[in-house]
């Protein structure tokens, strides 16, 4: 572990690496910051703009590790965590022409037209079926064994299109669901886990992780800028273009940008996979290269305001579209249900979500192609008969979601060893340990209470 008197190198201005410097300076060691860009905060961005709140990145998180609460209390009040309103917990899932609701119950699970007769009696044996022992197993591979096509294809499959725009034939669950793994590894089925995982007694801590979607009080931007005000613009740099390390001497290293070189004895880089060739151009090829090799989705982002909304009622979290129903959007998030406050009154704001990683080809039309895409799709979706939104906003992200696929053991395993080989520093951001933002909270505080050897 790093001496906590070295200065420390942070690469990477995101959530996880604003995260880590807010800790490391509560725990009094000297750090700086380094972000490419013109601002912190990564993806996350907040807008306001005709009378609406809009994310110009993610839209929200979800309460799965205590951390997450724990960092909103370290704050000190200075930003407010705002939890999803109550009648958004109705998920939708588009089956023929129109949405059904995803099931939370046996009376649901039974009445629901999105599953066959078939899989609803095999379900009932779920709980006694042998548990999988392949580490490596597909999504696809589990549900089917477990659970049955038609649940792969209107539940589990648009749950991934929701968290990962991914592919289930791709996901390795090990790694991507290690929770869902979990339940079959450890309580022999999902069913009979979630259950007795129920049962267990939680500590007042564990009790923090509610599972419930969270934002930020007037829009997630609000967190971003109280970490930087808490860190201290003196402890940032920004616009540190053509950024690399460098060995240097005694363990050191050397961080160039434009003219200047700084020596570190410790780096956190939290940048995406497929920077780390780049910054560290002393990594072996053959190393970074089973790290490069991750896949990444590619989505387009629609962020959609209306100041009197005439549609279908918006009494639910949003909807998502099975691959399997080939149509031309991911999704649809009802985002002024999920938080109030986020569109003018009687009006409605909407993230729709178009690619992902199976449809590639959608990311490269250009905005005219785009618009008229959503345009049909959400017309005939969503029940209204002109499309003539008062807030019409594109947002292109080319490394979207990084997607724990098979190439992940072997990774992992490259991230362990340049770790190892190369003492001080430290590989982390979305490449591991989780993609959302609860995900990127935990990591950065462990980081820290490794370097400080405080829990």
């Keep these: 572990m790093p001496n906590k008197k070295e200065p420390i190198a942070i690469i990477g201005g995101g959530l996880t690496g604003l995260t880590t410097a807010f800790y490391l300076k509560r725990a009094g060691i000297s750090f700086h910051l380094f972000e490419k860009k ?37 704050l000190g009040g200075k930003c407010s965590l705002e939890l999803a309103d109550q009648t958004a917990k109705k998920r939708l ?84 669901l290690p929770k869902l793994y979990s339940l079959e590894q450890n309580y022999g ?43 201290g613009k003196e402890n940032i740099t920004v616009r540190c273009t053509g950024l690399q390390v460098n060995k240097g001497e005694n ?34 090829s053959g190393e970074t290269g089973k790290i490069t090799q991750m896949k990444y989705a590619k989505v387009v982002q629609f962020s959609l305001g209306f100041k009197k909304w005439e549609g279908i009622p918006l009494n639910a979290f949003g909807g998502l579209i099975p691959f399997k129903e080939n149509r031309g959007l991911l999704g649809v998030l009802y985002l002024s249900t999920i938080f ?37 799709e959400f017309a005939a979706m969503m029940g209204i008969n002109q ?26 395993e490259a991230i362990s060893r340049l770790e190892k080989e190369n003492p001080g520093i430290i590989l982390a951001g979305n490449i591991r340990d989780g993609i959302g933002m609860s995900d990127r909270i935990k990591q950065a505080t462990s980081i820290v209470q490794k370097i400080t050897g405080v829990n």
């Design 340 to 376: 109030k406050g986020r569109a003018p009154e009687n009006g409605a704001l909407f993230s729709v979500f178009v690619g992902g990683l199976r449809k590639p080809e959608l990311f490269e039309l250009n905005d005219l192609e785009l618009t008229a895409l959503v345009e049909k």
């Design 251 to 284: 363990g050191s290293y050397s961080i160039t940008h434009g003219s200047k070189n700084e020596t570190f004895n410790t780096i956190i880089s939290t940048t995406g996979g497929h920077e780390i060739p780049n910054i560290f151009p002393f990594f072996p």
């Design 189 to 231: 089925s999902f069913i009979g886990g979630a259950i007795k995982k129920k049962r267990e007694g939680k500590s007042e801590r564990e009790k923090k992780a509610t599972r419930e979607i969270f934002s930020v009080k007037a829009g997630l931007s609000q967190l971003i800028n109280v970490l930087e005000e808490e860190i």
């Design 38 to 74: 013109e601002r912190v905060g990564g993806v996350i961005e907040t807008a306001n703009e005709n009378g609406f709140i809009y994310e110009r990145g993610p839209n929200s998180g979800v309460l799965s590790h205590p951390e997450t609460v724990e960092l909103f209390e370290h």
């Design 93 to 176: 899932i588009w089956k023929g022409k129109k949405w059904h609701a995803l099931p939370s119950g046996l009376v649901g699970g039974i009445n629901t037209p999105l599953f066959s007769l078939y899989d609803k009696v095999r379900i009932l044996g779920e709980p006694f079926r042998p548990k999988g022992n392949s580490p490596e197993e597909r999504l696809d591979e589990m549900v089917r064994r477990r659970l049955g096509k038609s649940f792969l294809n209107y539940a589990v499959d648009p749950f991934i299109l929701g968290i990962y725009a991914g592919d289930p034939s791709w996901l390795v669950p090990k790694y991507a």
């Design 387 to 412: 499309f003539n939104p008062d807030l019409l906003k594109i947002h292109h992200y080319k490394y979207a979601i990084p997607q724990y696929g098979p190439e992940s053991k072997e990774k992992l």
